[in-house]
């Protein structure tokens, strides 16, 4: 099997899993505190991993360039704006641009 | 509208990484949890192998379970049909049926994700299938989408001190990583810093945040 076919095979099994678990298991059941309080935290920390990855690493190393500009604008207008909109397309925009020059 | 952007984007990034139009299509369609779809497609995209791709997509889907969890008891039905029904959680629909005094509405939940599956699933298609006629996807900065997407929903997170300073962690651990681990790794192990949930205060915070939502209101 293809990488993408693993992918999306064992992300389909798991995901539907991790959905179902809840409402057939534990039926009303509390999970327990520290598990809550450890996954509330996983999102920002992937997160930030990933916007931190995506915008400064190129390969192997790390590089400031068209990309970590766009991601940049795209911070500034979802703070600004709210809107996920706006930060997509502006990102988006502005490293197209800065590519461009 | 947002949706359909995000998804346009992950139909052709997708390609980028090596997947092919039915591949991209069916990634949407059956398993439909865009953070974790973006997180491992930028994984493959980056030179990761499957098993990073995949740990990182069961990590940031972790989320569902508390969130299933919670709707679980507004469920009605057999185990069969709750199982079917916990399926339809995602992040906005989840929010949006939240009646505040801990249980939700099925039908408010079930309708919402609809339109959002709709949305995503044909967004991939037309970003599979016409993405190649636009040329090199990252001539139009294609590739800043899904870090900024990311970024957007990581400023929403970041409401507490505790949460600035894993995010804080988690960007220094990833960093110091990328020169040395193989891609995917770097942020694999940032996700270890979520490990400060453990402490004392942040168990004794969530049961406070608990105790609140289940008071009426």
């Not at chain 2, 770097?186 to 453990?198: D, I, M, Q, T, Y």
């Amino acid at each position: 099997m293809s990488t993408p076919a693993i992918v999306i095979a064992a992300c389909c099994v798991i995901t539907a899993a991790i959905k179902a678990v809840g409402p057939v298991a534990l039926g009303g059941r509390e999970l327990p505190t520290w598990f809550t309080s450890v996954v509330i935290l996983l999102s920002p920390a992937l997160l930030a991993a990933l916007v931190a990855t995506q915008a400064f690493a190129n390969g192997d190393h790390l590089a400031i360039d068209a990309d970590t500009a766009g991601v940049a604008a795209g911070g500034l207008a979802i703070w600004r704006t709210g809107s996920i909109i706006a930060c997509v397309v502006l990102a988006a925009a502005v490293t197209a641009g800065v590519r461009a020059l | 509208m947002a949706g359909g952007i995000l998804a346009l984007s992950f139909g052709i990034l997708a390609r980028e990484a090596g997947f092919s139009n039915v591949e991209a299509v069916v990634f949407s369609a059956i398993v439909f949890a865009g953070s974790a779809q973006f997180a491992s497609v930028s994984i493959v995209a980056a030179g990761g192998g499957a098993g990073a791709a995949i740990a990182a997509a069961t990590l940031m889907n972790s989320r569902f379970l508390p969130m299933s969890a919670a709707v679980g008891p507004s469920f009605k039905g057999g185990p069969l049909k709750r199982a079917a029904k916990g399926q339809t959680v995602v992040d906005a629909s989840w929010a949006l049926s939240s009646r505040g005094d801990g249980t939700f509405d099925e039908h408010l939940l079930i309708g919402a994700s609809a339109i959002a599956y709709t949305t995503w699933v044909g967004g991939t298609l037309v970003g599979a299938i016409w993405g190649d006629k636009l040329g090199d996807p990252n001539s139009f900065g294609l590739d800043a989408i899904f870090p900024a997407f990311f970024f957007g929903l990581l400023l929403n997170e970041l409401r507490s001190r505790r949460a600035r300073g894993v995010a804080a962690l988690g960007t220094a651990i990833a960093l110091v990583l990328v020169p040395i681990a193989p891609p995917g790794v770097p942020v694999l192990v940032a996700s270890l810093a979520s490990l400060v949930g453990l402490t004392k205060q942040a168990r004794a915070e969530v049961l406070e945040s608990e105790e609140a939502e289940g008071a009426p209101r």
